[in-house]
């Protein structure tokens, strides 16, 4: 398998969290009806959103920075990431009509793709001490 850049590391996250979700709007649709699809949509949504944030921080930080400046990017990335992960739930169980259920459990769902890109992205020639 070929080595994957951190970039493409990141899309091949996004992808597959934008898959779970999807296949998680499908089976509340087919489960608990159109509202449950929508918080499905919601709260995958939600993950994917607060991922490309984050990623977009990690990058914006140039290729050769001294590590203090990468490690403040990573840190306060991280740091939003969390922040705007509360907001935005906090947002769409208080204003949109959603089942809470099912937008939790495809936020989740959504996070898990952090361990489902691991057979993707992983490359077994890469040892570390």
Do not use: C, H, N
Not at 69 to 82: H, N, P, S, T, W
């Amino acid at each position: 398998m070929r080595a994957m850049g951190a970039k493409q590391v990141t899309r091949t996250i996004l992808l597959i969290q934008l898959l779970v979700t999807l296949l998680g709007a499908a089976v509340a649709l087919a489960l608990g009806g159109a509202r449950a699809a929508y918080s499905s949509l919601v709260g995958g949504g939600v993950s994917a959103l607060v991922t490309l944030y984050f990623a977009s921080q990690v990058f914006s930080v140039r290729v050769g920075s001294p590590a203090a400046k990468i490690a403040r990017a990573f840190y306060l990335g991280e740091l939003v990431k969390l922040l705007l992960t509360v907001v935005l739930l906090s947002i769409a169980l208080l204003w949109l009509e959603v089942s809470p259920l099912p937008l939790l459990l495809a936020y989740m769902a959504a996070l898990m793709a952090y361990w489902l890109a691991l057979p993707f992205t992983f490359d077994a020639s890469v040892r570390t001490l």
